[in-house]
C-alpha cells in the first residue's frame, strides 16, 4: 500500500475508489496529479513526489518521472537500489545506457538490428545459455553494450515489470504487459533508430482482426528499406514462447502464444547465422532447445509459467525469419526468475502481498555476486536477499558485504548446497 496526496486530499493506493481518482487526473494538469507521501514527516517533504498517471492495458497506474528513483524513500516501490549494487548500475557505468541531456535515453547494442552490415559474432546468435557464457566481470567490455537478454531486462526493468507490491496482483495479463513494454521503449534510441520503431511487441488479438500486429511490422520494415538499401533491416521481437515444430525439410517453426496464427520460421540451412553456434549442421531448433534446456524443463514442470523470447526476425518470402534469440522465464504473475530456488521465494513473497524489487541479472554471469531481491517492506530495514551462487567467486562474501552496505540493506542469505530449504524470509513492517 502507497499513500498519495491528491491536491488536499490523502488516498491510499488499496481504496476501493483509487482506479476512479487515478483517471480523473489522467489528462489533468501537473498540480492536480498524484504526490508520493513515502517521505511524509522528513523535513521538507510535506507536499510529496510529483508522479505521474499512465493508462496500459485499459488500467490506469502511477508511473514515477524519469531519472526521480533516487528522491524516494528505501521502502518505497519507486525506489531504486544503488547503482554500484546492480548489473543494471554496472551497464550505465559503462555508458551501455546512456541518459543524453535531451532526457532521451541512448542504448547501445551488443548485436545487429540490420544484416548485412557489421558482422554478426561467431557463436553469439543465442544469449542465455550459461554454459556457453565466458566469465564476466566489472569493468570489462561486457558493461558496453546490452546483449540481446540484457536488451530483455532492461525493459522489463524500465516497464517496472520487475517490482511487485499488492497492488500487482490480478491486474497482470498480456496486454498489460505488452502495453507497458511498448511504453518503456519510448525515449530510447539506438545506432538503428528509435527502439520504439523497431520493437515489436505482438498485441491481444481479436478474434475478427487479421493480424494488426504482423501488418504493423511489415510496415515498420518498410519505412526501415527506404533509409537504407544496402542493409536488410531487422526487428526486435518480444513475445511468449508456445512451441517448435517441424515445417519442412529445411526449417522449424517458431510459434508465439500471442500471434499462433503467424509463426517464424527457423530456418536449418548451413550458412544460416544460426548455425555459427555449431561447426556442424545442427537444426536451428535442436539449438535452441538445447541452449535454452533448462528453461524449457521448468516450462514444462511449471504450466503456469510463462517463456518470454526476445529475437530479431525479418521477412523472408515464405515466413518471418527469427535470427538472434535470448529467453527469460516468468512465474504466473510474469515477475522474471531463473532457476526453482528462486521462484519458490517469489512465489512465498506474492502469496504474502509483500513490497519487493527483482534485481535483473542483465549482462552478469549466473555466477556473479548480486542480491536477487531487495525485499523493501522487511523489518527493521529492506533487506538484500542473496542465493550463493553454484561457483561463487572467492571474494563472494567480501563483495556482498560491499553491496549491502552501499544501499545499507540488511542481508539474508541461504545456501541451497547447504541447506534444502531456506531460513524464514524477514518479517514485514506492517
Ligand atoms: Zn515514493
Redesign the pocket.
Known sequence: M?LYKFGERTVSSDAPTFQKELENVHTASAEQKPR????HGEPGHDEG?AMVVAKIGGRFTVK?WPNSAE???AN????ELPMEMTPYGALQRGEAVLTLSSGHIRLRLDFSLAEGGEREKPGGNIDGGEHHEPEQGEGDSNTKKLTIRAALHYLWHEADLDKWDRGCAGIRDWAMISGSLRMAANEKHTGSGPLGQLLFVPEVLGMETELPGIAGARAKIASRKKIDDKLTPLLLLIAEYKDIKHYDQYSHTFTTEDVPEYPFLMEDENEHPWSYFSKNFRMAADIFSTTFKDELDLLREHKNCHLITIATFSFSDRLVALKKAAVMLVNENWLPFQNVNEKRIIDELTAKNRLFDIVLRFNQHINSTRPFIILKDAAPRPTALYIVPERPKEDYKEEREKQAELGNYAVWEWNPSIDADYPPLPMSQE
Open positions: 502507497a508520493c507521501l513515502c517521505r513526489i514515477r528522491k524516494h524513500a518505497c516501490g519507486f525506489s
